[in-house]
Structure formats: structure tokens, C-alpha cells
């Protein structure tokens, strides 16, 4: 039977909702969206070269391809500073703030889904 009968909102409010669950996942897929955005959260504006070190692994031309995808998407700011030589510095826009709680929400998560994941393990490899 669709549309399930436990759905409390109209068909077009849920359609409206899964529309923008989607947009949201688009925003954010990757492997270092997230990342980044914890690393300017607990850092501040970061130039460049330090956010490349904060996000262990990834290379300037993928940090380069993500940060220009966060600024398209108003999450970052880029500004460049008078220095020599020229540095670009990255900073979270009033927009991105609004996301902390859902990476704040998914570290929750993921912490209690490894525990329980080892935990699970353990108890397989005793019997």
C-alpha cells in the first residue's frame, strides 16, 4: 500500500522533505566535505597549507576541488591574503554554523556504531 499509512506529513510536504534530504546529501557527499568543515570548526580560518595538514591524506588538488565546492555552496569564505607570498585563507560562513549539530550528531553515531561493531566482533571471536 503506498503511500504507507505511519507517513503523518501530506504527500507533497514528504515530497518536499526527501527532495531536500537529497539536496543536503548531495551538498555534503564526499569523503572530506566533512572533514574540512570539522577541521574549520575547531580551528578557525585556516590557511591552505594548514588545512591540508589538519586533513591527513587528501591531496592539494582534491582539497583545492572540494574547498571550490564549499564556496559555490556559500559553506566557505576564500581570501586571499597581502602576504609574500600570496596565502588563501578559508573560513565557515554563518550558513555552514548551521550544519554543526549533524556532524556533531553523525561523530555521535559513528562512535556507537564502532563500539557496538567491536563489540560484536569480540563476542565472535570468543565462541
Known amino acids: 500500500m503506498f503511500p504507507p499509512e505511519k507517513c503523518e506529513q501530506a504527500p507533497e510536504q514528504h515530497k518536499e522533505r526527501i527532495l531536500a534530504l ?14 574540512i568543515l570539522l577541521n574549520l570548526y575547531n580551528y ?3 590557511r591552505f597549507k594548514d588545512l591540508q595538514q589538519t586533513s ?3 591531496t592539494p ?9 564549499l564556496e559555490e555552496n556559500q559553506l566557505v569564505t576564500r581570501t586571499v591574503n597581502a602576504t609574500k607570498p ?8 554563518p550558513h555552514a554554523i548551521e550544519i554543526q549539530p549533524v556532524i556533531n550528531a553523525l561523530i555521535e553515531f559513528g562512535l556507537k556504531h564502532r563500539t557496538k561493531i567491536k563489540n560484536n566482533w569480540s563476542q565472535l571471536a570468543n565462541q
Do not use: M, N, P
Not at 588538488?61 to 565546492?69: A, G
Not at 600570496?86 to 560562513?93: M, N, P, Q, R
Open 56 to 58: 591527513v591524506g587528501i
Open 86 to 93: 600570496v596565502t588563501v585563507s578559508y573560513a565557515l560562513t
Open 22 to 35: 537529497k539536496d543536503s546529501l548531495e551538498l555534503l557527499s564526499g569523503k572530506w566535505k566533512f572533514c
Open 61 to 69: 588538488k582534491v582539497l583545492s576541488k572540494e574547498l571550490q565546492e
Open 44 to 46: 578557525g580560518t585556516l
